[in-house]
């Protein structure tokens, strides 16, 4: 990982930190720091949870990669194209799921009663 770099995909921090900018996903102006998974850790690694502080988004610019400039930052690639977070976020926006209110079925006595 090498900075001022925009990912292509998601990844899972291995070795090392980054700063990132994921205002284009979230809206957050801040930048956000990025750290390894830990080694020790017996946890189901989960991107959208506790695992999100140690992933790299599809999207998000990486405004530093590492503590020093000569630091190597490695990371595994964990989804591509429309499995990634922004490819879902891409997905529900062309694909939106079908919203049923709780008095749709009934709206058409509504009006007729009327």
């Excluded at 001022?4 to 284009?24: M, N, R, Y």
């Amino acid at each position: 990982i090498r900075s001022s770099w925009v990912l292509p995909c998601d990844f899972i921090l291995l070795s090392g930190a980054c700063v990132c900018d994921e205002s284009g996903l979230t809206g957050e102006s801040m930048p956000v720091r990025k750290t390894e998974v830990p080694a020790d850790s017996d946890r189901e690694y989960d991107p959208l949870r506790e695992g999100a502080r140690h992933t790299l988004f599809a999207g998000t610019t990486v405004l530093q990669a590492g503590s020093r400039p000569d630091e190597e930052v490695i990371a595994l690639v964990s989804a591509a194209g429309i499995n990634t977070s922004k490819g879902e976020l891409i997905a529900n926006i062309i694909f939106p799921t079908k919203m049923t209110f709780k008095y749709d079925e009934e709206l058409h006595v509504v009006f007729f009663l009327r």
